[in-house]
């Protein structure tokens, strides 16, 4: 059963890696200005090194005992906390539109939010599950989590990036609150903190109130800061049900900024079409629920919550992504999972999913769930399968009703 649903997850990232391939190449080769001595395939082989260097470092953790990185979870916080602190240092970090988000070497840039995403989700893990019993007290549990979670964001402001901030504190305050924080504890903090910090935002920083106002008024400025919105809408509404044809688009012959990145997802749905769109929603969704399902028959509590961090990071990202493209949220630039072009988070992203794929290499199968079951009937207690057991409870529990 385990490899069952270890070879499904496979299967749905590949195709989602197959469908970014393609979609890179499409969206990307236009750029490339005619009669220029550059290559119009430069992006899609870049694309693909890091796509074959991620699909490696997938294959090898996989093959890792997940709770390796229960054990090096404090040196991956520091690496991660020393690759963000270089990224403001002047000389060190690149200045790209104004913002300290890039690290260069050679001809290579690495974004430090990119791992921080995968080490602090992994952090995350490795907390709730040392501290398990201090997790439900304020002082001991909650305030040290926020301590350690607000270290990345304040940086990741810093740069300044305040989407990402936000997407690093939701997706690792979901795997602490499924690992026994108290919503309560959370809740309050919110309610100060986020009031305080949106006024704080939209009044020191423009292109923050560009982007609401944008929002709220799509049409306010075509030419200008609605320029993305309003072309992505118009990409969206070319595709129509079967789509224009890959290759075809006409929104990403310099109509559409940041076709192969940020708005992808654009392209696709002109090119694809509904049919396309839907079919990649699906992939996602597919994605999520068979993470979940690895999740809840991972063998242990850290590899249970370390697959829950990287899936819901996964669909969140991808939420997001598309709810910006579709004008349902304030534009952000945050590319899509798998798809996206983008070297260093395509790459962290394929070794989370090894991360995943380790645990499903374990997972508790039926069978094993009722012997588990009835060993703890039977008054033995071995310390591996202390955990399992109340796991196993829940799967024989399922498999009964379902039958």
Not at 39 to 51: A, N, S, T, Y
């Amino acid at each position: 059963m385990q490899h069952t649903l270890r070879n499904a997850y496979l299967l749905n990232l590949l195709a989602l890696v197959g469908i970014g391939i393609v979609m890179v190449f499409s969206s990307s080769a236009i750029r490339v200005v005619p009669g220029a001595e550059i290559d119009p395939f430069v992006f899609i082989k870049r694309h693909l090194m890091f796509v074959g260097a991620g699909l490696v470092g997938m294959a090898v953790i996989a093959r890792m005992d997940h709770n390796t990185w229960l054990r090096f979870a404090k040196p991956l916080y520091v690496l991660g906390l020393a690759l963000l602190v270089l990224t403001l240092i002047p000389g060190i970090g690149t200045e790209y539109n104004g913002a300290r988000r890039w690290l260069r070497f050679g001809g290579f840039g690495l974004q430090p939010s990119d791992f921080a995403k995968l080490s602090l989700l992994l952090c995350a893990a490795a907390y709730a599950t040392v501290r398990r019993k201090e997790l439900g007290s304020f002082r001991r549990g909650f305030l040290p989590a926020c301590a350690f979670v607000g270290i990345y964001c304040v940086l990741v402001m810093a740069q300044p990036d305040f989407g990402t901030s936000l997407f690093l504190a939701a997706s690792c305050f979901l795997v602490l609150l499924a690992g026994g924080l108290r919503l309560k504890h959370l809740g309050f903090v919110m309610l100060i903190l986020i009031p305080i910090a949106s006024i704080v935002m939209y009044s020191k920083f423009d292109h923050i109130q560009d982007r609401v106002l944008v929002f709220l008024d799509p049409a306010a400025d075509p030419r200008g800061k609605g320029h993305q919105v309003k072309q992505s809408l118009i990409a969206i509404g070319s595709g129509g049900m079967e789509g224009q044809g890959l290759g075809n688009s006409m929104q990403k012959l310099y109509y559409l900024p940041e076709q192969e990145t940020d708005f992808i997802f654009a392209v696709l749905a002109e090119e694809a079409g509904f049919v396309g769109s839907a079919i990649t929603l699906a992939l996602f969704i597919s994605l999520m629920i068979l993470g979940a399902k690895i999740a809840r028959r991972a063998p242990d509590r850290f590899g249970s919550l370390a697959v829950l961090g990287v899936t819901g990071a996964i669909g969140l990202q991808a939420a997001i992504n598309i709810a910006v493209v579709t004008a349902s949220v304030p534009t952000k630039g945050i590319g899509l999972p798998f798809i996206s072009f983008g070297g260093s988070s395509c790459f962290f992203y394929l070794c989370a999913v090894g991360v995943v794929l380790s645990v499903a290499r374990k997972c508790v199968t039926e069978q094993e769930a009722f012997t588990l079951l009835q060993g703890e009937l039977a008054g033995e207690r071995l310390a591996e399968s202390a955990r399992q057991s109340a796991r196993a409870r829940r799967i024989v529990a399922s498999s009964s009703a379902t039958a």
